[in-house]
């Protein structure tokens, strides 16, 4: 079992940043874990935002959706098991649930599917 927790979310002003921090704990999580985020605004369906996958050795892949582009950065620390996310330039559109998540499998959490997912925090930005 793998668990995941998120922090740092809260309320900006538009153009603001926030910086979201999700750890990994349990006895089967190691490094070669895909690990994202993904969002879910009021009255829409859950989407990804942002994941980072082992490749080999010490390289991982980053990918992002579109909307995240120029605008938000995922980074990962594997000596503290934790994925980032700093969002930066943030908008109104951007505010939603932000929930962290992961699978050894990386096709299964870019297919929005992942084992294991984190309570979420809430992140809102006012115009």
């Known amino acids: 079992q793998v668990q995941l927790v998120e922090s740092g979310g809260g309320l900006v002003q538009a153009g603001g940043s926030l910086r979201l921090s999700c750890t990994a704990s349990g006895r089967t999580f190691s490094r070669t874990y895909a690990m994202g985020w993904f969002r879910q605004a009021p009255g829409k369906d859950r989407e990804f935002v942002a994941s980072?996958?082992?490749?080999?050795?010490?390289?991982?892949?980053?990918e992002r959706a579109d909307f995240a582009k120029g605008r938000f950065t995922i980074s990962r620390d594997n000596s503290r098991n934790t994925v980032d996310l700093q969002m930066n330039s943030l908008k109104p559109e951007d505010t939603a649930i932000y929930y962290c998540a992961a699978d050894l499998d990386s096709s299964r959490l870019q297919a929005g599917v992942p084992g294991y997912w984190g309570q979420g925090t809430q992140v809102t930005v006012s115009s």
């Open positions: 980072t996958r082992w490749v080999l050795g010490n390289t991982y892949n980053a």
